[in-house]
């Protein structure tokens, strides 16, 4: 299994959002950066994921999530009347890819950037390397459970 963060600003869709979906599962669409694309083709279904909230008050990390289906591509891309349209990819050759993930739990209280600022177990974090703003990233297991201690919570 591996580990992922994935950043979405809350005012666009949370981790309650994806609570409230059917079956409490949607897509992950919209990433239009190549390495974080990258990341997502990497993901196999069954990895998990922490569900990152940014651009609010509190970033951090808010809950996990479980990817769902494995990497396909985003029809959005080919959406002439979605914002995240891209001329470019085509459906024989995709550039841009999503996938779904299912939600697992939300936690009690967020593990804030400035929490996870402060491990130094967590210095070399994708999330906390200048100039970093990748949505989508890979989290090392050490990572994984240094946050998970910082929930004070047990998973699963």
């Known amino acids: 299994m591996n580990y992922w963060l994935m950043k979405s600003e809350p005012q666009a869709f949370s981790i309650t959002d994806l609570k409230s979906r059917p079956k409490k599962t949607e897509h992950w669409d919209g990433v239009r950066n190549y390495q974080a694309r990258n990341f997502m083709r990497a993901m196999k279904k069954g990895d998990l994921a922490f569900c990152y909230h940014s651009s609010c008050e509190a970033p951090g990390v808010y809950g996990i999530i479980e ?16 914002h995240h349209y891209d001329p470019r990819s085509t459906p024989e050759r995709p550039l841009w890819y999503m996938v ?57």
């Open 67 to 82: 990817i769902a289906r494995a990497a396909y591509p985003d029809p959005s891309a080919r959406d002439p009347e979605n």
């Open 100 to 156: 779904d993930v299912r939600y697992k739990r939300e936690f009690k209280r967020p593990v804030t950037l400035t929490a996870i600022k402060m491990q130094a177990a967590l210095k070399q974090m994708h999330l906390v390397q200048r100039g970093s703003r990748l949505s989508v990233m890979p989290v090392t297991a050490k990572q994984w459970n240094t946050i998970m201690k910082l929930t004070e919570e047990k998973f699963p």
